[in-house]
C-alpha cells in the first residue's frame, strides 16, 4: 500500500489530522467547535484538541490556495497585473492561522502532551513489519512540518534558503506528504517571481505574518516538549529547538524593509520544522 501511495510505510501528518476529523453539523465551518476526531491514541481531550487546531489551520488554507490559484490565472493573462487583492487575502488567511495556532492552551495541558500522546507521534527506529523482507527501517514521525501549507507559501514568495542540514531534513519531510501536495508545492514553485510586480506592503505583509507563525510555533514547542525532555528531538526527528529558534529569531527583522530585503531575511533562517 505505501509504495502504491508513494510514501513511507508509517503514520504522518495527513493521516493524524487531515483526514482525521468530521463535522458535527454537515453544513456548518471546518473550525474548533464543529469538528472532533474520528480516532485518537488516548482518551483525553488535549489530544483531540492538538489535532483539531491543525485540521483548522489547514481548512483556513483553502484560501490561501484560492488566491494562489487567482494569482497565477492573473499573471498567465497579463504578466504585469495587479494582485494586490490576493496578496491581502494570503497575509490575512495566515494571521487568521495564527490566532488558531494560539489557542492551543485552551485544552491542552503542557504536562501532559510530553508523555501521554506524543510518544505515539514521534520518531521511529528500527522498525520491521512482520511478513515483509526488509532490514530495519527508520521512519519520521508526525510532525506539521509534513504540512504543504508552509512549504507552498514559501515556493510562493521565493524565499530563498541556504542549503543546511535542515534544508536536508526538509526534502526528506516531503515524502511523507501526500503526493498530490508534493505536486501542488512544485506547481507553485514553476510560478513567476511575483516580487518585481507586487506592491510592497502587501508582499511584506504575508512574510510578517509567516514569521508570527514560526514564533507562535517555537513558543509551544519550549511549552510543550522543550522544558520537559531533555532529548533534543522533534517528532519529526530533527534538533527542534536549535532550528525553530534560528527561525523565530531571523523573521524579527526591524520594519519597514524592501520586499528583497524582507525575503532575503526570512530566507537566512531555514523553513520550520519540528
Not at 514521534?122 to 511478513?131: A, C, H, I, K, S
Request: aromatic content about 10%; overall charge positive; some cysteine.
Amino acid at each position: 500500500m505505501a509504495r502504491l501511495l508513494g510514501r513511507p510505510p508509517i503514520l504522518s501528518y495527513d493521516g493524524y489530522a487531515l483526514y482525521n476529523w468530521k463535522r458535527f453539523r454537515k453544513d456548518g465551518p471546518i473550525a474548533l467547535g464543529n469538528i472532533d476526531t474520528i480516532q485518537n491514541f488516548v482518551h483525553m481531550y488535549d489530544e483531540r484538541w492538538f489535532i483539531l487546531v491543525h485540521v483548522e489551520i489547514e481548512a483556513i488554507a483553502a484560501e490561501i490556495l484560492s488566491a494562489i490559484a487567482t494569482i497565477k490565472r492573473q499573471l498567465a493573462d497579463d504578466p504585469a497585473a495587479d494582485f494586490s487583492a490576493e496578496l491581502w487575502r494570503i497575509a490575512n488567511a495566515v494571521n487568521r492561522q495564527v490566532d488558531v495556532l494560539k489557542r492551543i492552551p485552551e485544552h491542552m495541558d503542557a504536562t501532559l502532551y510530553y508523555r501521554t500522546f506524543r510518544p505515539y507521534i514521534r520518531f521511529f527506529e528500527n522498525v520491521t513489519y512482520e511478513g515483509v523482507d526488509h532490514a530495519p527501517m527508520q521512519f519520521r514521525g508526525e510532525t506539521g512540518a509534513q504540512s504543504s501549507i508552509m512549504p507552498t507559501l514559501i515556493a510562493l514568495m521565493k524565499i530563498p534558503h541556504r542549503r543546511t542540514a535542515l534544508t536536508d531534513h526538509l526534502d526528506d519531510i516531503r515524502n511523507y506528504m501526500p503526493t498530490e501536495h508534493r505536486a501542488l508545492i512544485a506547481e507553485v514553485a514553476a510560478m513567476p517571481d511575483i516580487r518585481s510586480v507586487a506592491v510592497k506592503e502587501t508582499f511584506n505583509a504575508i512574510l510578517d505574518a509567516m514569521a508570527a507563525f514560526r514564533r507562535i510555533h517555537y513558543r509551544w514547542a519550549q511549552e510543550y516538549i522543550n522544558r520537559w525532555t531533555d532529548d533534543p528531538r522533534g517528532t519529526g526527528g530533527t534538533p527542534y529547538m536549535k532550528w525553530l529558534q534560528t527561525d523565530a529569531g531571523r523573521n524579527r527583522g526591524p520594519p519597514p524593509l524592501s520586499c528583497k530585503a524582507r525575503r532575503d531575511e526570512i530566507g537566512r533562517a531555514p523553513a520550520t520544522a519540528a
